[in-house]
């Protein structure tokens, strides 16, 4: 691996300031034109936008949905030559997908290289998610990155349609009820078993992930869609050292922070590997810990989540 990365073969643009308010080129896509929908959050007044929520029977507001729209809101409060580099989130209480979410943005800083903006999530009155980011001007610097893990590269791997074929014959109604719906986020797992096994196993996992349709050029999106999709199974990487699978009726689960850094450009719809591990869960929490790669090896974000995971007795 080079110590100097190459940049994207397809570099997003930083010209446009609003995040979600070009229509994807994502073809049949539904799914990732009604991400980008929620994602386009309508503005009532100076730092103060309104977001709502795909309504699917969740009980809750997924979390990434809570961190991509946050984002979107800090980014329109920003000029266009700033970039997210870093944010770090709070989930104070569960979202209601019955109504809107408000987000109100607080310009904690503008200074010469970074500007820092606080947002928060309000639903009923109360707080419900809070937020902070950070933006910089691009410039020179020092150059170094980790390595790629070597997995299969996401030809390798079977397929929406083949996963689905392979994986629901197999597993409960439940999971299988969330694979069958269309999502804006494909995902290749490089291990299926992990979707079945009852086994502990070391608590590590690799995903190929991306838009399920192309996305416009705007960097701030990609970013946005990247936040949204880092929530995905990040929590889940816990529960592998215990044999516990995601929708386990015995464990209650729940993100109770979530960190990003963005570090080098990227498209969200070009495959990213997302490797994902856990160095400890204890006292009903788990902390997961992901690095996202383009396919030729940038690393390009990393992620840190504590999660709520609480055993549950079967009365409760």
Known sequence: MPS????????????????????????????????????DLEQLE???????????????????QVLGQALVAAVRTVDAERVAHS?????LLGGDPKVPIIYQVE???DGRSFTTRRVTGIQHGRPMFAMSVSFHVEEPGLDYQAEMPKVPMPEELPNEAQLKAKLLPHVPDNIRSYWERERPIEMRPTDLSRYVSRDKRP????????????LPDAFPLHQCVLAYASDFSLL???LIAHGKLMFDKDIQLAS?????????????????????????????????????????GVLVASVCQEGLMREMKASE
């Open 4 to 39: 100097k990365p190459s940049e994207p073969r397809s570099k997003p643009s930083h010209k446009t300031k609003d995040a979600a308010a070009t229509p994807a080129e994502n073809g049949d896509s539904v799914a990732l034109g009604n991400l980008l929908s929620i994602l």
């Open 203 to 214: 608590p590590e996992q690799y995903i190929w992930m991306r838009a399920s349709g192309k």
């Open 256 to 296: 109770l922070d979530h960190a990003l850094w963005f570090h080098r450009p990227f498209r969200a719809d070009e495959w990213l590997l997302y490797a994902q591990d856990s160095p400890s869960s204890h006292g009903a929490r788990g902390f997961c810990r992901g690095s996202i790669f383009t396919r030729e």
């Open 87 to 91: 944010l770090h989130g709070y989930f």
């Open 107 to 109: 310009r904690v800083r």
């Open 46 to 64: 100076v730092n103060l936008f309104r977001g709502r929520s795909p309504q699917q029977g969740w009980q809750r507001v997924f979390g990434g």
């Open 236 to 238: 889940d990487t816990a």
